[in-house]
């Protein structure tokens, strides 16, 4: 307390000293007064936390900004194609509702309403070009369903954005995950590009190897992707200071600076409206993150791209209880 009444804290720095018969008596030192400094430090303390808070909110927003864009577009194109739809549902009821009354005047062999019926039936399909009504409504409907797809598809990624840390963690050799997923993205990548295996004996990591084997399966995919003539790629395996390292490479085109800086951030996608959602490597990025590793790529337009995978070997003691 000081003398003011004010309440101050302080920092004491001092020597004990002792009585002839050797006993404590007490303390020599000086007092600092550090209450500024306290206040200080608390402050930046709450700064730094509410930093980190807003950076949080940010990407959130970011993300739910990017979810949203890539939705509504699809998302419009099935909404104006399910309206042109209902309009031509329309024109096929006029000409059901018209072909019924024919049938009915027949029946009844009423010769003028037939005439009369068969030549309205005619001037609506003339009207309505009925041959590239159906031709259109069958197109639309093949439209209509890749949209619901690449909803679905960004939906799923989202999940797996969300689920990136879930599951139970288990010894797995790294190895496998690279074979499983060059299994799986095979017919993505057979016609594309020779695929050169060089992997070490055994790479155990404590892990969830479908996790592994989906963040492998996308960069695999991406570089079947982006390789063009007398492609390559190279899968390498290898322990390195303790680490497991995987270097997955390829000689296609490369990425300039300003693409390299944003692969990792949802959406982020140089590929064709409907060929890429752009969440791979957002994903990727993630579900390393959560293996405790890291994941670089080294790349330059027309030297290929190089991606870098470190994660902890795990521990060989624990692996084994
Ligand atoms: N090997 C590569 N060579 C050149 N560019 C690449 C390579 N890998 C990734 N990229 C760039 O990074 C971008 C983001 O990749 P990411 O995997 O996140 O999304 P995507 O492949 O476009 O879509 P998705 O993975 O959802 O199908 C790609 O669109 C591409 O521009
Ligand atoms: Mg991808």
Request: glycine residues 8%; contains cysteine.
């Amino acid at each position: 307390m000081h003398k003011d009444g004010r309440a101050v804290v302080l920092e004491t720095s001092g020597v004990p000293f002792y009585g002839p018969d050797g006993r404590l008596d007490g303390y020599r030192g000086i007092d600092r007064d550090v209450t500024r400094r306290k206040k200080a430090e608390k402050e930046k303390a709450a700064m730094t936390e509410q930093l980190t808070q807003t950076e949080k909110l940010a990407s959130i927003g970011q993300l739910a900004a990017g979810v949203a864009h890539e939705i509504n577009n699809p998302l419009g194109f099935v909404r104006s194609n399910l309206n042109t739809l209902s309009e031509y549902l329309d024109v096929f009821k006029d000409l059901l509702a018209l072909h019924g009354e024919l049938s009915n005047a027949y029946e009844k062999g009423e010769f003028e309403e037939i005439v009369e019926f068969r030549e309205a039936i005619e001037k609506l399909k003339k009207e309505v070009d009925l041959e590239f009504t159906v031709n259109d409504a069958g197109q639309i409907l093949i439209d209509t369903n890749e949209g619901v797809s690449r909803i679905s598809s960004i939906v799923k990624g989202l999940k797996d954005l969300s689920h990136a840390g879930v599951g139970d963690l288990v010894s797995h050799d790294l190895n496998n995950c690279l074979k499983d997923a060059l299994k799986i993205g095979w017919h993505e990548v057979k016609n594309k590009a020779a695929v050169e295996l060089d992997l070490c004996d055994s790479l155990s990591v404590r892990c969830r190897p479908q996790q592994l084997t989906q963040v492998f399966l996308n960069v695999i995919v991406n570089a079947s992707q982006a390789v063009q003539e007398n492609a390559r790629i190279n899968i390498l395996s290898v322990k390195v200071n303790g680490q497991a390292f995987i270097e997955i490479s390829d000689n296609g085109p490369g990425m300039s600076e300003e693409v390299r800086k944003r692969i990792f951030d949802p959406f982020f996608s140089t590929k064709p409206v409907g060929k890429g959602t752009g969440l791979g490597l957002s994903i990727a990025y993630n579900i390393i993150k959560e293996h405790g590793g890291t994941i670089e790529v080294d790349s330059r337009p027309g030297l290929g791209a190089k991606f870098r995978i470190k994660l902890p070997l795990a521990n060989e003691a624990a692996s084994a209880a």
